[in-house]
């Protein structure tokens, strides 16, 4: 039977370009792509290889270098040119139903109802007539936590229906 090394130890890289201001972190070095080198058949076998794979070659690189291209420019406006065609295209539907899609738009008031229907749901309080409550103490606590945060963080700039 083989040993097996159990390597527990990981890196943590923080990849964040901006500070917790917004400012344009100068200690992150500006990435360029640079040009994917074939991987040979048979790795190489002799010491110095070893090293350099263990020293420098962790996982976390192996997955960065198999990761795709970000999307270009003209990608991102293909994307958003498909997402406001799609969204208009839903309006068309539910205008076809007999319904206003203003009925349908997110206000802040529907965030808030939508939270707490969440933690409704997560502390068993509200159920499917065909389903026993569920309960997800954690899961409410959090959502708690987030209408909390939301109300901490919005007081004094509310309209007075919000």
Do not use: C, W
């Not at 039977?1 to 390597?7: F, H, I």
């Not at 990608?75 to 139903?97: F, H, I, M």
């Not at 969440?118 to 569920?134: I, K």
Request: glycine share 4%.
């Amino acid at each position: 039977m083989a040993d097996k090394k159990n390597d527990s130890g990981f890196t943590v890289t923080d990849r964040r370009l901006f500070t917790p201001d917004g400012d344009l972190r100068s200690d992150v070095p500006e990435e360029t792509e640079a040009p994917k080198q074939a991987i040979p058949a048979a790795p190489p076998k002799d010491a110095s290889a070893e090293k350099a794979s263990k020293a420098g070659d962790s996982d976390a690189a192996k997955s960065e270098r198999d990761m795709p291209p970000p999307p270009t420019a003209a990608e991102q406006q293909a994307q958003a040119d498909a997402y406001r065609e799609s969204s208009r295209d839903l309006d068309k539907e539910v205008e076809l139903s007999g319904h206003s899609a203003k009925d349908f738009e997110i206000t802040f008031e529907r965030f808030l109802a939508s939270l707490y229907m969440t933690a409704m749901l997560q502390l068993g309080l509200m159920r499917q007539r065909t389903e026993d409550p569920r309960v997800d103490i954690v899961g409410a606590r959090q959502t708690i936590d987030t209408l909390s945060l939301i109300g901490e963080k919005t007081k004094g700039n509310l309209t007075p229906v919000e």
